[in-house]
């Protein structure tokens, strides 16, 4: 565990220069063009890792989500991206790192675990895939799972709007109005035993649910100007 800590997280410092530079330019790209706003901030912890756990319907949330905080903050990408060195380094610099499809469940839960080992804060999404509509789908258990092993919290996140902004399929980006509504933090399962923990997990991960459901509505009414 401590080498693939080591080697995914020891960034330097040009890497978190070009994470800072880009992270502003993205967050400035979505406060103007999508008019972006965030409820809730204070949510996020100042220190310490956390796994920041948003709701996903566009592929814009990833950059959005890097919006929330000035902490720099690790998201997984499947390895293909990293193929070409050049497009590697960058993503790396920008606080991606590599998953293989197909065998991402054991390999990406241990380099999540790893990186958080490593004191980076990690960005989730439980739902999984990219979903469509307002209701949040069942969760996988991966982020209570990562939470009990490392101990971090979980902020859950509702994003609002992104699937106008761009949905799937789309070849830009539209003008629509993205809120972003951060929930308080749901401390990381504990358990006695394995089968506590177990339950713990599966209490947790259900909590999360409920809790996305509930911001992604009032994001989704605040983007759409409801509230």
Same mark, same amino acid.
């Given at each position: ?10 960034? !330097? ?44 319907? !566009? ?5 959005? !989500? ?5 902490? /720099? ?124 923990? /177990? ?29």
């Amino acid at each position: 565990m401590t080498r693939i800590a080591t080697r995914l997280v020891g960034s !330097s410092l040009s890497d978190r220069i070009v994470y800072r530079t880009v992270r502003n330019l993205v967050t400035w790209f979505c406060r103007t063009w999508c008019r972006m706003t965030v409820t809730g901030g204070e949510h996020i912890p100042a220190t310490g890792v956390f796994i920041l756990a948003p709701t996903h319907r !566009s592929i814009i949330d990833t950059p959005v !989500s890097s919006g929330v905080t000035r902490r /720099r903050m690790r998201f997984m990408g499947a390895d293909k991206w990293w193929s070409n060195p050049v497009l590697g380094a960058v993503l790396t610099a920008c606080g991606g790192f590599p998953v293989t499809r197909g065998s991402a469940d054991r390999e990406a839960l241990m380099r999540c675990i790893a990186l958080l080992d490593g004191g980076e804060p990690l960005v989730l999404f439980p739902e999984g895939e990219r979903k469509s509509g307002p209701t949040v789908q069942p969760l996988f258990d991966g982020a209570a799972y990562i939470s009990a092993k490392s101990g971090a919290p979980i902020v859950p996140v509702g994003i609002g709007g992104s699937e106008r902004a761009m949905p799937k399929g789309a070849k830009g980006i539209s003008p629509r109005k993205i809120h972003v509504e951060i929930g308080r933090p749901l401390p990381a399962p504990t358990g006695d035993t394995p089968k506590d923990q /177990r339950e713990s997990i599966r209490r947790t991960t259900a909590d999360l649910h409920a809790e996305l459901q509930r911001l992604l509505d009032a994001a989704d009414a605040k983007a759409a100007g409801r509230r």
